[in-house]
């Protein structure tokens, strides 16, 4: 794919070449599909333009509610078709027993555009075909674009389409007009009963006007006079610079969670002459808590808050769809709805506090759902607890760690019943923490409810207690899923359990304490839906679980430098029941990448393991009584030594150290051994003693850290003796 350029520098000529210009108007476009259509046009159209011949220098997509534009730099003028040979039907298929050409044959040509003076046949392993041959094209890139700009659109998808005339043609929206331009030449293209015309519209969205088009210098220009900011991202810069300015006026700043929490962003992809307006509001209404303040302005009126040394003002700025006519108007009206709608949210939370304590809400959550199969939320929190007590006791919390995060598993649901959550579900955790509050629950109970929904874009849970109850909540997701045989299949995902594994991952690194899986699972099992089904069944649903996990750390972001894939598939082919113990496995052998010690212990493991396979080891442990030769004796001798050693630094997580003891201590002993002493002899009590030797010396370090030998530096290096 070309390098794209921003529209901003598409202003200045760079390139005498011809340019190529496509917009398509529209009827409003949801904020939530601009991004993806803008990306989906740049991309789509580099494609085309690729499969069709058609070089260029650069080319940019861009986009506002009302438009998506194409801009194409130094199209080339020509398309240039390379020869080809393009297969027909078989011989036998083409020619009658005549010779005479027959209908498929005949039928083929017409296709295809050509004669029978340009076939040949061609001889191959399948038989004998006749080959159509298509002499190299020049076609006129402007009789070409006429048909492929159509095909471009039609590319495009939305979450949903429409139709809006006879033709049948879907859209995310209505498209109103089509533009487009090739250097200063219209070109004539047909969408629907849609004709193109060389004219853009501007203007306001109910009397927009028409204004002639003749090059794309000139677009751009009419554009910028009517105000339009065409480049998103110059708009989202302009609008986050206007915030500001009238924000530092009132000597404050844009509160920074409008812009972490995405209403610039949406902003941005509402307006296309994007108008800033400051106004106020009672100061009534500052005595919410901010995340409600924050929540209404955004949901409601789509205005930026003001804050002044971290407080809130009873102010705000809004983003208008260019300039009104009547400013102090406008503005009086947005106030007056904003304070209607404030006034909402203050009422929301009076009545909530006089439901208060929030036990007595948790209470209520009996009579909302989970999962019609898995019962209600009350429900969900039994599980909560339950699971609670395997982690609390891998994270050796103490009594009243304990019994605080008991207790914020029987609340953690409590605040889905509240109005609050209902008028903004988006705010659940956050509002079950100021009720906890209020309810003078423990602060740590009150914090970790708050952080049950985390992570969320770069927020991680920043008390344990709160990372404990995040993982919890999404562990028995996941788990009761999987347990009722719905698991996640292609892009379909509807209950979000990708994310729920993700962040498990997440949060099991950030707090970096044991996971230990299978205890989890086993606890899980005691419950529903797994006490109705056969153990078999309920223990494949666990292996599930757990893999599905443990494939999450393909896509997880490593710290610098991230583990190769051969090195994370060493790392699952080992123990794999503490999470948190994998990933330091998988980060201790990428740090040893490049060390002969490493490839020592790897290539210990993959010549133990050559031997083993295929192998039919009857013998659990070793004779020392059998060992017949010096060095199959030496290799126990050493392993009698050091398995101790190598054990305790297992399990003291020194797997660095291990690996680098493991190496040092059984390369050179083992290639003696099998340069003198022969594994596969005839006496079968012989044969089968050494097996269990070299079983043994594997099992010494893969059951305890990795298999070494899916390495693959075993297959570029051999390491020095």
């Known amino acids: 794919m070309k390098r794209r350029t921003p529209v901003s520098r598409l202003l200045s000529p760079v390139s005498r070449a011809t340019d190529l210009l496509l917009e398509i108007g529209t009827e409003e476009l949801p904020a939530a599909y601009l991004p993806g259509l803008i990306e989906q046009l740049g991309r789509e159209a580099a494609t085309l333009l690729q499969a069709h011949h058609l070089p260029y220098e650069r080319a940019e997509s861009a986009g506002t509610p009302r438009r998506l534009v194409l801009i194409v730099r130094g199209l080339s003028a020509t398309q240039r078709k390379p020869a080809e040979e393009v ?4 011989k036998q298929a083409a020619y009658d027993k005549d010779g005479k050409p027959t209908a498929a044959l005949l039928g083929f040509l017409r296709a295809q555009g050509g004669s ?3 076939t040949k046949v061609v001889s191959s392993e399948r038989g004998d075909y006749v080959y159509l041959v298509k002499e190299p094209r020049a076609t006129p890139a402007s009789a070409v674009l006429p048909e492929l700009l159509p095909q471009l659109i039609g590319r495009l998808r939305a979450p949903k389409t429409m139709r809006w005339d006879a033709s049948g043609v879907r859209f995310a929206r209505p498209i109103r007009w089509l533009l487009a331009l090739y250097g200063t030449s219209a070109l004539r293209c047909s969408l629907g009963t849609l004709q193109s015309a060389s004219a853009t519209r501007v203007g306001g969205p109910l009397r927009p006007r028409a204004v002639r088009v003749r090059s794309l210098e000139g677009y751009l220009r009419t554009l910028k006079q009517a105000g339009v900011a065409l480049d998103q991202a110059q708009r989202r810069a302009w609008i986050e610079q206007a915030v500001g300015r009238i924000a530092g006026q009132a000597r404050g700043a844009a509160a920074p969670e409008m812009v972490s929490h995405g209403l610039l962003d949406e902003v941005t992809h509402l307006v296309e002459r994007p108008t800033p307006l400051a106004g106020r509001f009672d100061r009534t209404y500052l005595s919410l808590p901010r995340e409600v303040l924050l929540a209404s302005m955004a949901k409601y009126q789509r205005v930026f808050a003001v804050e002044a040394g971290g407080t809130l003002l009873p102010q705000f700025i809004a ?20 304070n209607a709608r404030l006034a909402d949210s203050l009422l929301f939370w009076i009545e909530d506090h006089q439901r208060l304590p929030l036990q007595r809400m948790a209470e209520a959550l009996s009579g909302v759902t989970f999962h019609e199969r898995l019962g209600s939320m009350a429900e969900k929190t039994v599980r909560l607890r339950a699971l609670a007590e395997p982690l609390a006791e891998a994270w050796q919390l103490t009594e009243e760690e304990r019994a605080h995060l008991r207790r914020a598993c029987q609340l953690a649901k409590a605040d889905l019943v509240s ?32 952080e049950q929904y985390l992570p969320a874009g770069n927020q991680r849970p920043r008390t344990l207690l709160g990372g404990a109850l995040a993982l919890l909540d999404k562990y028995d997701t996941l788990s009761s899923y999987f347990g009722l045989g719905i698991m996640p299949t292609g892009d379909q995902d509807p209950f979000g359990l990708r994310r729920a594994a993700q962040g498990i991952v997440e949060i099991a690194w950030t707090v970096h304490r044991p996971l230990p899986l299978g205890a989890l699972f086993r606890t899980r099992t005691s419950m529903e839906p797994f006490r109705s089904v056969q153990p078999r069944a309920a223990a494949t649903a666990g292996n599930q679980v757990q893999r599905y996990l443990l494939d999450r750390l393909d896509t997880f972001e490593w710290p610098t430098p991230a583990p190769a894939p051969d090195t994370i598939d060493a790392v699952l082919a080992g123990p794999c029941d503490d999470l948190v113990d ?16 490493l490839r020592k212990a790897a290539k210990v493991i993959e010549r133990t393991r050559n031997i083993l396979r295929g192998a039919a080891l009857r013998q659990p442990q070793v004779d020392p009584a059998r060992l017949a030769e010096a060095p199959e004796r030496q290799l126990w001798e050493l392993y009698r030594a ?3 050693r190598l054990a305790g630094l297992a399990q003291d997580k020194a797997y660095a150290e291990a690996t680098t003891l493991f190496g040092e201590v059984f390369f050179e002993p083992l290639h003696r051994f099998f340069d003198q002493v022969m594994v596969n002899v005839p006496d079968e009590a012989l044969q089968q003693n050494r097996l269990a030797l070299m079983q043994a010396i594997q099992a010494l370090y893969t059951d305890r850290i990795a298999d070494l030998s899916k390495l693959t530096l075993l297959h570029h290096e051999e390491p020095a003796a």
Not at 428 to 446: C, L, T
């Open 319 to 338: 983003i208008l769809e260019g300039p009104p006519r009547r400013p102090a108007e406008v503005r009086k009206v947005m106030e007056r709805i904003l």
């Open 642 to 644: 050091h398995e101790p």
């Open 87 to 90: 297969r027909g039907p078989s």
């Open 419 to 450: 109005t609050m959550v209902k008028e903004f579900p988006t705010l659940q955790g956050v509002i079950g923490k100021h009720y906890a509050r209020d309810s003078e629950e423990p602060a740590p109970v009150a914090e970790a409810i708050e």
């Open 116 to 118: 029978l003076a340009h």
């Open 582 to 597: 994998v990933m330091d496995r998988i980060v201790t052998l990428q740090g040893l990448h490049n060390h002969p010690a």
